[in-house]
């Protein structure tokens, strides 16, 4: 008897193996396709695609290298750190190397201004974030069993979360008509839904500050959530990658804080996930930091986390690193400007041509407001708009439906990972296409939710040009300070 | 509603098992020349700390790989963003040229069809998980590595059957061991869906004979099962007879691009060969696509530092370094196997004929007061306890016969590894002097003051203590 290739391999291997749970075939991945096949580069291929759709933070490189240039016994294998080689690299106590876990302990205390304390004892390692979330669905919940996410939320949790554990993410939807926030309502409803199908719910997943939106949760909020996980009893994970990317008011409020000083719930439900990715720019480095209140989800999650730990030679690296608090304050506080820089930037771009984004003060990205643009308020209108960025514009931004995003017409767009003269191009591609769709407003006076800007610039490509290169040369700590931004 | 997971509150992680209870205690007294000299000395542990200074003076001479520079220039950036699945190109070039080596390059390796992978034990998890349901099952020979109940059956819900091997053979496996156990599975209804080997054999030390290679290729392909191949060890084969890994043989038996040469799949790592198991680098050799893509996804779990792979490009790379240092961990090894095996035999105890590893399959049957495991408990216990060696009990390993533990040579210093040896010596002289003089009770030397009494001894069940984990 014969099979097809494809009808054999799914003899042979498991459904895992060859389902589609892994999710890349979801139109988030499309897009880095078509920028992997025509990449943007200033001289060899200036009409490329610009790689929007990654959010990475590049804006800090400059003081890392320096300080590794400066501090060679981080480095195991350098004249002056090598006398550590072989300790660190017969080191596998899957504890982590003591140094690294009180380093990482202390610099999350430094992000969330001391306002909490951190137990080194507490921190797990994991292959990344992407690890830490598969780790604790493993402890937390059985397949079949149901984490709710509020959307619109990171296309990676449906990997991370569900592909090899069997467990469902059911969605609390959330809507522009109060930027996106989460309600006791949408809440209630989402975990009824949940009853009335049968599916148990475990845990409730949260990502603060926000990824796609950018925004981070207020007070209330957050107490809300805790609120209904502890009267649930249900877990919450608390994803707090983007942490130290917080650039602008509202301040961040983590949930260790919220547990600690605004309200009583049982400690054993909350965890926290972290990352060095995003906060400093080190996805290659694969640091994932798992945090549980829990002593037996940390004794749990550590043994599982013999399947991803972090290097002992990059655990040696960060530990130098992060142990050196001068440079962690220098750190912090400079990404934070660079990226308000940015964001402005680029904020203040699009507003000049009507195209609103939600106001935030957090991420690597925003989340722009492209509604008008659609031919139609449906997803297919969408993607069709998210082909011509992508194959027109030549800008990889990533489509709301890809975050499960309940409206169509939103976009999150990457702004930290590339330099002054690729963000120069990319507005300009914006500005000309918003202008040939014949779609160009007057400059919007931003509503109040997109920030109260008092600024207002004509058109003219002139005029954006030297207000672009101006922000070259502008200090990237004083964005409004440049002469070339008229107040009015 | 329970709180955890079944994951969460089961035992699958085999933490319980008395291989690690012995790191634990350990833990709480162990061996140092000066400060602690009659603690407990640790030969339960894989590790090689033989060829370390081989390692240093590449690093001293190259100072690049090292330190974020490629010809001077800072690549630091490039390397802290590299996240990609598919690996640093570089390293994976580098790392299949070494597995190609270690294999008198005999076989060739294709980098594309290399995932890499936070070490062995992401590596076999990963390919249980593509390989198999949940509650479908391997087989394994037995005695095999503890490690593999964690890592293959704990998060994945597979089984594993073993593969019965006894010290009648050598502790080879048969074909009628090979259909035993198949049978076994199916009455157990469960469905086989390949077999892991581990060559060379971990706890055993020896390498799988050629006439083994042919029997389990045969064998998955009449049951159309997979192999799972754990090369781990590849590069410790210090006598002989040298390597075979089963790549060669699908070569030498002209199955190559055959149905069989899909399901044959190679696991491998540079903790032992390298004497790196805190860098966390393994790896997935597949010549089945479907396998290399899902494998390659799931690595997102649990990729290689681009630091580490960086590192150890540039190493392997060097062709002429990684040479020297083959061959000259290789004469170490044998000279420190030597070591263990003479000693032994000096206190009338004898191991199974091994020619690679870190650790020798040593046979103690003679000294246990009945043929049991309980009565290899009895022994270990003593061993760790009034003997204060922590080596690892046969039954830890699912060893069919009790009387067998795995003992560590090239993680110690040679002294330290001659006070084993003394210690197990006096040990042998003054139970066979005990046993000749029944009924008066026997102090054994006060160089073992730091003994506990039986009493204190709890052999605790609960995964709330954690331990270090090792091969």
């Not at chain 1, 304050?329 to 009507?354: P, W």
């Not at chain 2, 079944?6 to 319980?16: E, I, L």
Request: glycine letters at 6%; charged letters at 20%; one cysteine or more.
């Amino acid at each position: 008897m014969e099979f097809s290739l494809k009808n054999e391999q799914q003899q042979l291997l498991s459904k895992m193996a060859t389902n589609d749970g892994h999710g890349e075939n979801s139109p988030y991945f499309d897009g880095w396709k078509a920028y992997d096949s025509d990449p943007y580069h200033p001289t060899r291929n200036p009409n490329g695609v610009i790689q929007m759709g990654l959010a990475e933070n590049q804006l800090c490189f400059d003081l890392i290298e320096e300080w590794v240039l400066n501090n060679p016994e981080a480095s195991i294998c350098t004249a002056e750190g090598a006398n550590k080689f072989m300790e660190v690299a017969i080191y596998q106590d899957y504890h982590g190397l003591p140094e690294f876990r009180n380093a990482v302990a202390r610099f999350m205390e430094k992000v969330r201004g001391e306002r909490v304390k951190f137990d080194p004892n507490r921190i797990v390692m994991s292959g990344g974030a992407t690890g830490a979330h598969e780790t604790l669905a493993f402890c937390l919940a059985d397949p079949e069993d149901a984490f709710l996410v509020p959307t619109p939320y990171y296309p990676g949790f449906d990997r991370d979360l569900r592909w090899r554990t069997g467990i469902q993410l059911l969605p609390i939807v959330c809507h522009s008509s109060n930027d996106f926030k989460v309600t006791k309502e949408s809440m209630e409803a989402a975990y009824q839904k949940a009853q009335e199908a049968n599916i148990r719910v475990k845990g409730f997943l949260l990502n603060n500050p926000s990824n796609p939106l950018g925004t981070v949760l207020d007070r209330e909020t957050l107490i809300d959530i805790v609120t209904f996980i502890n009267d649930k009893n249900i877990h919450l994970i608390c994803d707090e990658i983007y942490s130290a990317t917080v650039f602008s008011q509202p301040e961040f409020i983590s949930i260790s804080e919220i547990i600690e000083h605004d309200v009583q719930c049982n400690r054993d439900l909350i965890h926290l996930v972290y990352s060095l990715s995003k906060d400093l720019g080190f996805p290659g480095f694969r640091v994932g930091i798992l945090y549980s209140y829990n002593d037996a989800v940390v004794s749990c999650a550590r043994k599982m986390s013999s399947f991803g730990l972090v290097s002992t030679q990059t655990q040696h690296l960060i530990a130098s690193m992060l142990s050196d608090e001068t440079f962690t304050d220098k750190i912090i506080s400079t990404s934070s400007e660079r990226l308000a820089a940015r964001h402005g930037l680029f904020t203040r771009g699009l507003a000049q041509v009507g195209i609103g984004t939600l106001k935030s003060s957090a991420g690597l990205y925003f989340w722009m407001d492209l509604r008008r643009l659609l031919r139609e308020s449906t997803f297919e209108a969408e993607m069709e708009l998210w082909r011509i960025i992508i194959h027109e514009v030549k800008l990889n931004v990533s489509p709301g439906l890809s975050f499960h995003c309940s409206e169509p017409g939103w976009f999150r767009v990457c702004f930290a990972n590339m330099d002054d003269e690729s963000v120069r191009v990319a507005l300009r591609r914006i500005h000309k296409f918003v202008l040939v769709q014949g779609k160009a407003t007057e400059p919007t006076t931003p509503k109040s939710r997109c920030g109260s800007s008092k600024l207002q610039l004509s058109l003219s490509f002139r005029r954006l040009d030297e207000r672009v290169m101006g922000s070259h040369m502008m200090s990237p700590h004083s964005p409004m300070a440049s002469p070339l931004v008229r107040a009015t | 509603m329970k709180l955890l997971s079944r994951k969460a509150t089961c035992n699958s992680h085999g933490q319980d098992s008395s291989y690690f209870l012995g790191w634990q205690e350990y833990e709480k007294n162990p061996y140092d020349e000066v400060r602690n000299p009659t603690g407990i000395i640790q030969m339960g542990l894989a590790e090689s700390q033989l060829s370390f200074d081989l390692l240093e003076s590449w690093l001293a001479e190259n100072p690049d790989a090292s330190g974020f520079t490629r010809n001077g220039e800072s690549i630091f950036r490039e390397l802290a963003l590299f996240q990609d699945y598919h690996g640093l190109p570089a390293f994976k070039k580098a790392l299949a040229e070494f597995m190609e080596e270690i294999r008198g390059n005999k076989v060739t390796f294709d980098p594309r069809n290399l995932v890499l992978t936070a070490g062995a034990t992401s590596a076999n998890e990963t390919l249980a998980f593509c390989l198999a349901e949940p509650g479908e099952a391997f087989l394994l020979p037995t005695p095999y590595y503890p490690g593999f109940d964690r890592d293959l059956k704990w998060r994945t819900g597979v089984e594993i059957v073993p593969i019965q091997c006894t010290s009648s053979n050598g502790f080879r496996i048969t074909e009628s061991a090979l259909e035993d156990a198949y049978q076994l599975a199916r009455k157990q209804n469960l469905r086989v869906k390949g077999v892991l080997v581990t060559n060379p054999s971990n706890p055993l030390g020896t390498a799988v004979s050629r006439p083994e290679l042919n029997l389990l290729l045969s064998f998955i392909s009449a049951k159309n099962i997979h192999l799972i191949s754990d090369e781990i060890y590849s590069g410790t084969v210090f006598s002989s007879p040298s390597f075979v890994s089963v790549m060669e043989v699908l070569l030498e038996r002209n199955l190559a691009n055959t149905q069989v040469w899909n399901r044959v799949h190679l696991v491998y790592s540079l903790s032992k060969d390298l004497g790196l198991p805190g860098f966390r680098v393994g790896a997935i050799y597949s010549n089945n696509n479907t396998v290399v893509a899902a494998a390659t996804k799931m690595s997102s779990f649990g990729l290689v530092s681009s630091q580490t792979q960086y590192l150890l490009s540039a190493m392997l790379a060097d062709k002429k370094f990684t040479k020297h240092y083959i061959f000259e961990n290789q004469v170490r090894l044998q000279k420190r196997h030597a070591m263990l095996v003479r000693g032994l035999k000096n206190a009338g105890i004898s191991c199974l004929d091994s020619n690679a590893g870190l650790f020798c399959w040593v046979d103690m049957r003679h000294l246990l007061t009945s043929k049991s495991f309980d009565a290899e408990m009895e022994l270990w216990k003593k061993i760790v306890y009034q003997v204060g060696l922590n080596i690892s009990p046969g039954s830890s390993c699912h060893c069919a016969e009790p009387g067998w533990f795995r003992v560590c040579f090239a993680n110690m210093s040679e002294e330290t590894l001659d006070l084993a040896m003394q210690r197990i010596k006096d040990f042998v002289v003054s139970t066979a002097t005990k046993s000749s003089n029944t009924g008066r009770s026997h102090h054994l030397s006060s160089k073992y003051s730091a003994r506990k009494s039986l009493s204190k001894w709890v052999f605790r069940l609960s995964f709330h203590h954690d331990s270090e984990n090792e091969r």
